[in-house]
């Protein structure tokens, strides 16, 4: 499989250039070329198969011309050492739990294979006397997803650079306990400096001539194309209940990476009838879909915080995907993106209200980023529809706001209380890129 740059400006690329460039020249996101229609008889077999087997051939139809079929079936079963279940919340609601795996948030699955394919590939090109290393800024979430995605991968060493105090303790502990092949660097800064570091770094030709480096961005097409597994499984346990005639996915988006796996599913011959991407009060998407002009704009702090961007980098691969021959007609794209998916997007306030209001009726505790996809099924289900939406995060990755807003105390889990007990390490690092430089120039 050949991937062309969503800008149209860059050579197309093979999967390990995609997957160890990231992005494109022209800084455009790789797209595979051909997206495969999956057999009819696959679809209608998958409620008697188990996530890995469905995952297992949905990797193929992306991954099957370049990746051995047993090794990509052990990427695959590597990956998935967990399961999604779908869980009923009230009449026609279902959450889809993505929060099992071993940092608890959906990233997980995304991290591992890419990880596992990197390190295949690595095995391959027989490339393995120089060590690959894995620079990634972090607000919270991804740093922890990669950093476990990675643990113990030989070969490869990840760097996780995250703003001092600026992340929460629970989501400190999953990246800078686990030693091994990973260092974590708590910069004096915010958010931005870190990126800004990492971006630097790539650029630098005195570091690349040094080390190799790479990215394990959430637009990495080892990272989001797996996620398209999700949705193939939930489909598949929905269909064994007999309410898959008319599903209804919601994912609550940010950089919409999740719901455009799932965009891809559908291109793939997934039979969802239509998605709702929910968003907080960062509504970019919500109000492209209304006025059908996009208008990034900074990103405002609100409770669901994985969800704070204000220029999601998957846009670019939705309009593309919808875009026919890949000429740009603003408008029939505009129209297909909207005859198929809508869009909702909800204050803090609102999402604290949902999550009440899901609790009482229910006994459902909802974390804030699924809280807004409840919420849009809720407002929008017609009658006939069955509505799945994604719960991302475990709410105990955000217990002191869950906490307070029900009123409740909840468990965290042994596998994040065991995070908590490990010992703290990180390289504490300015935001000056001569430092930074510095530094990964003696290693
Ligand atoms: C990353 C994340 C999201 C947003 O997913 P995108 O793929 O960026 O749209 C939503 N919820 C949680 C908990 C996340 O970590």
């Given at each position: 499989m050949k991937y062309y740059s969503t800008n149209g400006k860059a050579p197309v690329a093979d999967l390990e250039k995609a997957v160890v460039k990231g992005l494109a020249e022209d800084r455009g996101l790789y797209m595979p070329e051909t997206i495969h229609h999956l057999p009819k008889a696959f679809i209608a077999d998958m409620p008697d198969m188990s996530f890995r087997d469905i995952a297992y051939n949905v990797a193929s139809n992306f991954?099957?011309?370049?990746?051995?079929?047993?090794?990509?079936?052990d990427i695959v079963y590597?990956?998935?050492s967990f399961d999604c279940p779908v869980v009923k919340v009230k009449d026609n609601i279902y959450a889809l739990e993505l929060f099992h795996g071993p940092t608890l948030a959906f990233k997980d699955v995304g991290a591992?294979?890419?990880?596992r394919l990197l390190r295949y590939m690595l095995r391959k090109g027989g490339a393995t006397d120089q060590t690959v290393n894995v620079l990634v800024a972090t607000s919270g979430d991804t740093g922890s997803a990669v950093a476990n995605g990675f643990l113990g991968v030989e070969g490869i060493h990840v760097y996780v650079l995250y703003p001092k105090g600026k992340v929460s303790p629970i989501q400190e502990c999953q990246f800078t306990t686990l030693g091994q092949n990973i260092t974590a660097i708590e910069v004096d800064g915010v958010f931005d400096d870190c990126q800004s570091l990492v971006k630097s770094?790539?650029?630098?030709?005195?570091?690349n001539r040094h080390m190799k480096l790479t990215s394990a961005n959430s637009i990495n097409v080892a990272r989001f194309l797996p996620q398209a597994f999700y949705?193939?499984?939930?489909?598949?346990?929905?269909k064994a209940l007999g309410k898959a005639d008319e599903l209804v996915m919601c994912v609550p988006s940010g950089n919409f990476g999740n719901i455009c796996s799932a965009l891809f599913g559908h291109e793939m011959g997934l039979p969802i009838k239509r998605f709702i991407a929910a968003n907080n009060a960062n509504d970019i998407f919500y109000k492209y879909l209304q006025t059908g002009k996009y208008e990034p704009k900074a990103s405002v702090q609100t409770l669901?915080?994985?969800?704070?961007?204000?220029?999601?980098?998957n846009f670019a691969r939705i309009i593309n995907l919808y875009s026919e021959n890949g000429k740009l007609d603003e408008t029939a794209t505009h129209k297909r993106i909207t005859s198929l998916i809508s869009g909702a997007a909800y204050s803090d306030d609102q999402i604290r209200e949902t999550m009440r209001q899901c609790f009482s009726e229910t006994g459902y505790v909802l974390d804030p980023h699924g809280a807004c996809g409840y919420r849009a099924l809720q407002e929008s289900l017609r009658p006939g529809e069955v509505g799945v939406f994604c719960e991302t995060a475990h709410p105990a990755k955000f217990k002191e706001k869950v906490d307070q807003i029900l009123g409740i105390d909840i468990d965290i889990p042994t596998r994040l209380r065991a995070f908590m007990e490990g010992e703290k390490q990180s390289v504490a690092m300015s935001k000056d890129f001569a430092d930074f430089k510095s530094y990964l120039l003696t290693r």
């Open positions: 991954f099957g011309d370049d990746i051995d079929e047993d090794a990509l079936q590597d990956t998935l591992r294979f890419m990880a770094a790539f650029m630098d030709e005195e570091l949705y193939f499984n939930a489909y598949a346990r929905m669901a915080n994985a969800m704070d961007v204000g220029d999601p980098s």
